[in-house]
């Protein structure tokens, strides 16, 4: 007969208490709530890039004490989004121009794989929807509406590599661009650029529509290497 010896809860190799385990998740949810406001005032400017992270003050707004956002500063730090300094804390990322070009280039081959992937995989009623996407981007760039084109294009690229199913791509993916916008958020968008990224949208779509994934791919990557010039155009106009 084998007896099993039962440990205490507090000692080593013990398993953790109810009050542990609730307590554990808690302090979970208070990281992830704070990395998410965070990353909220990172991507909409409201932390500009180079911009010191006041660990005291966000816990303040935030109703919290200063260990979860330290703890979500350290999350995004791994994530790209921020740095850290030696004894000077955490600071807002600040890209140089070659670091901003590689993650266009990286990029654009995660895209080229996507429009092979998306092309098998979407439903009609997916394409329906980004359809509509695209329409609605017209109206947004015919109005000179720079802010409700971009948050339609995030949204337009973004379902096309939801649509692959493929949950590591997605991944990868949703950290290029957040790492891209640490960048490009300042706006270097005309009219006309809007005008001809959303044709080569409609290109996209119509890719996708004959299921011929080699077209999609090659539609996809291009797309985000004229992209990176249209980028790299508003760049040198601004110097």
Known sequence: MTVTTLRKRGEPGAPPSAEHAVELRRSQS???ICQTEIERLILDGELERGARINELSLAARLGLSRGPVREACRSLAQAGLLEIRANRGFFVRKLELKQVVDLYDLRAGLMR???QLVAQHITDARLDHIKRNVDEMDEAGR???????HELNVGFHA???EATGNRRL???YQGL??????FQRGGLVSRSAMELSNREHRAIIEAIASRDGARAAAAMEHHILQGKERFLAGTRIHD
């Open 30 to 32: 208070l990281v992830s």
């Open 113 to 115: 794989l996507a429009g």
């Open 143 to 149: 109005l000179g509406d720079f802010e409700r084109y």
């Open 159 to 161: 379902a096309l590599v």
């Open 170 to 172: 997605v991944e990868l």
């Open 177 to 182: 661009v957040k790492e891209i916008l640490l």
